[in-house]
């Protein structure tokens, strides 16, 4: 049976707004990173140069700060760098140099910052945090989000569109996990109560990327399904029709 309309509508509803929200923003940090981008160029930065710093300034800002409890000014560190990710791309378009190497590149130094992130919050919750099941947590947190990428990855490459967006991809992970993050280290200023806010943080990141998982391995399934009885019909009807010239003679 068909999904009910009204859960169709729903889901239509959050991808259409997640689509929105990622086409303004995109646009507004466009707008704004344009110059800095243009001066870069002027400089003769390459758009890798800017990748390779980014990732490592993420990964400096997760792996120094996070796993001694530092939050605040860790997510400070990130997040600056984290715009890196936008400015490469605008660099490389002001070029026209957009190329395969480029966004293999990116791609996968994004999943490198990621695993920094919350490699950081594992380490933390291990040592100082002293809370097992939140390490278990963040580590959860890695892994899935690696997977879920992978998982889009690895059903294009055979073929597929993988048509899903899924519930909490990697713009949900990194906004969720770093807003939480950079307010629960108010907590060192005196404000109380507030560092509870990255454990809510990281259940909410683990349950949302498990269904989304799920979502991305039930949509390869029906589409490798209709694709194999798509072709499978094709193979049929050529093998039904007769060849040029087998009429009998006259």
């Known amino acids: 049976m068909g999904q009910p ?25 466009t707008r704004v990173l344009t110059p800095f981008a243009a001066f870069l160029i002027r400089r003769g930065v390459s758009p890798d140069t800017v990748t390779l710093i980014g990732t490592a300034g993420v990964m ?74 939140l390490c278990a947590v963040s580590i959860f947190c890695l892994a899935s989000g690696q997977v879920v990428s992978y998982t889009k990855a690895r059903g294009e490459s055979i073929g597929l569109p993988v048509a899903v967006n899924g519930l909490v991809e990697r713009a ?14 108010l907590h060192a200023f005196g404000v ?14 683990a349950v949302g990327s498990l269904v989304t998982l799920v979502q991305r391995v039930v949509t390869v399934r029906r589409e ?8 499978g019909t094709v193979a049929r009807e050529s ?6 010239g087998s009429g009998a003679a006259t």
């Not at 093998?239 to 040029?244: F, L, N």
């Open 239 to 244: 093998a039904g029709k007769p060849s040029q």
């Open 60 to 133: 400096a800002g997760a792996l120094v700060f996070y796993p001694r409890g530092e939050f605040f000014w860790g997510t400070v560190v990130i997040t600056l760098f984290v715009f890196s990710d936008l400015v490469d791309g605008n660099m490389a378009r002001q070029l026209g140099r957009s190329s395969r190497w480029g966004a293999f590149l990116d791609s996968t130094l994004d999943r490198v910052a990621d695993g920094a992130i919350f490699g950081g919050f594992a380490l933390w919750y291990a040592g100082g945090g002293n809370d097992n099941v």
């Open 172 to 185: 949900e992970r990194l906004v969720i996990s770093l807003v939480a993050a950079g307010l629960a280290g």
């Open 5 to 29: 309309v009204a859960s169709r509508g729903r889901a239509a509803t959050l991808t259409l707004g997640k689509a929105m929200l990622n086409k303004y923003a995109r646009a507004f940090f």
């Open 224 to 231: 490798s399904v209709e694709a194999e009885a798509a072709a």
């Open 192 to 205: 109380p109560g507030i560092q509870y806010l990255l454990p809510i943080a990281l259940w909410i990141v």
